[in-house]
């Protein structure tokens, strides 16, 4: 039983072209994330989600677009790949509430490569 | 601005201790993470402090001290599947965690 998962694992794809990626999580956490953890290994936020508000990093460029159909999926788009896209992308999830610890549940990751 | 760091890399021999250490600036202060990554996998959750002192859970222990913004991780009877890197975070004062770029440890046998 899987409690957060995305897809796909890995995706190659040229500079230029649009991207998606999936994740679900059967926590029933409110909140779900998208992270970037590039070659230095350093995890960067882009986009925090609950079933009451978006939150966007203002560094991460308006190329990334989040999705979320409901509270259990927060998919992430991106427009007109860059090489510097390349890095893997971490969702993650955690429960909402008081208290609240801040654990994340991090999904496999989603390798991509921008050629 | 915020920050944390830790040390790139660390190297330490199977059976022995090790400690990891972390110091962090923060917009506010509500807890201290450490997470474990194996490589090529997602992190995953090994302790959260918010109060000052040493937490134990097994072979892994960590400590906090919010006057020095300072944690640590230590880690007992170190074993080789315990080679990967060890990620600390902080929860600032909006609930985000800010992530150092995590302490690469290597075990020899």
């Known amino acids: 039983d899987t409690a957060v998962s995305q897809t796909p694992k890995y995706l190659v794809t040229q500079m230029g072209n649009d991207k998606s990626i999936k994740c679900e999580q059967n926590l029933g956490h409110d909140t779900m994330y998208w992270y970037k953890q590039d070659s230095k290994k350093f995890l960067k936020i882009m986009f925090s989600y609950n079933n009451k508000e978006l939150i966007i990093n203002e560094t991460v460029p308006n190329r990334f677009s989040p999705k979320s159909p409901d509270k259990a999926h927060l998919n992430l788009h991106i427009n007109s790949l860059e090489l510097g896209d390349s890095a893997v992308y971490f969702c993650?999830?955690?429960?909402?509430?008081?208290?609240?610890?801040?654990?994340?549940?991090f999904g496999e990751g989603s390798r991509l490569t921008v050629l | 601005g915020q920050n944390i760091d830790q040390p790139t890399e660390m190297t330490a021999t199977e059976g022995a201790i090790v400690q990891i250490n972390c110091t962090y600036q923060t917009s506010g202060f509500n807890g201290l993470f450490w997470y474990q990554q194996h490589a090529g996998e997602a992190p995953t959750f090994l302790s959260y402090n918010v109060l000052d002192g040493l937490e134990e859970k097994g072979r892994f222990s960590s400590f906090l001290s919010r006057s020095k913004g300072y944690s640590y991780l230590l880690l007992k009877e170190l074993q080789m599947k315990d080679s990967a890197s060890y990620l600390c975070?902080?929860?600032?004062?909006?609930?985000?965690?800010?992530w150092g770029a995590g302490t690469k440890l290597i075990i020899k046998p």
């Open positions: 975070a902080a929860l600032d004062s909006n609930y985000q965690l800010i």
């Open positions: 993650a999830s955690s429960r909402t509430g008081d208290p609240n610890t801040g654990e994340l549940f």
